[in-house]
């Protein structure tokens, strides 16, 4: 068996949570063992998330990412990124991918860390699907869901990321009808 490069007493440094967020979820135990995972903070699933958005932006996507962690071990359950432009998909949000690449699991005692406010979708499959609780990486750009999901039982805590904020805030400026069309769809970008 082939000993995970991250151990407990590794330092969480960019680079660690660079590989992290670009690596395959199911490959990550190759990565890094469960110690590593438990001296993982909120802030660290958000700079991953965070980083996420980074990688959709590069592609020419809206920037928003999404980790999903199983709140009492820290395991990494499912990591994905906005690819509404990438995959010509409506409905691939940053939230909506780390779900699909969680798979068919409990989310009952799991966290969502998001870089961005969830849209109304993202809010109504995060409630339905049971999450307790949502960490928020950007209210500056976008809010309006934390009070929806609330509301529906849903812990909300905001960790406002600058990284996140400027990058959000920089694709608004360069792309406003990308913008647009991921918040509200395609009959919102005016012709």
Known sequence: MIKPLLEQASPVTEAALEAIAHMPTRSLPVLMDSSFNANLTDADFMRIAVRLARKSYDEGGCPIGAVIVDS?????????????????????????????????????????????????????????????????????????????????????????????????ARFRHEKPNQDLEDWLGVSAVPQ
């Open 72 to 168: 009492t071990t820290g395991e990494i359950l499912g990591k994905g990124h906005n690819t509404l432009v990438q995959e010509n998909h409506p409905y691939n949000h940053g939230e909506t991918s780390a779900i699909r690449d969680a798979g068919r699991i409990d989310f009952s005692r799991t966290t969502l860390y998001t870089s961005l406010s969830p849209c109304k979708v993202c809010a109504t499959l995060i409630s339905m699907r049971g999450f307790p609780r949502v960490v928020v990486g950007d209210v500056t750009n976008a809010s309006g869901t934390e009070t929806q999901l609330r509301d529906k039982g849903v812990q909300v805590d905001v960790l406002e990321d600058r990284q996140g904020i400027e990058l959000y």
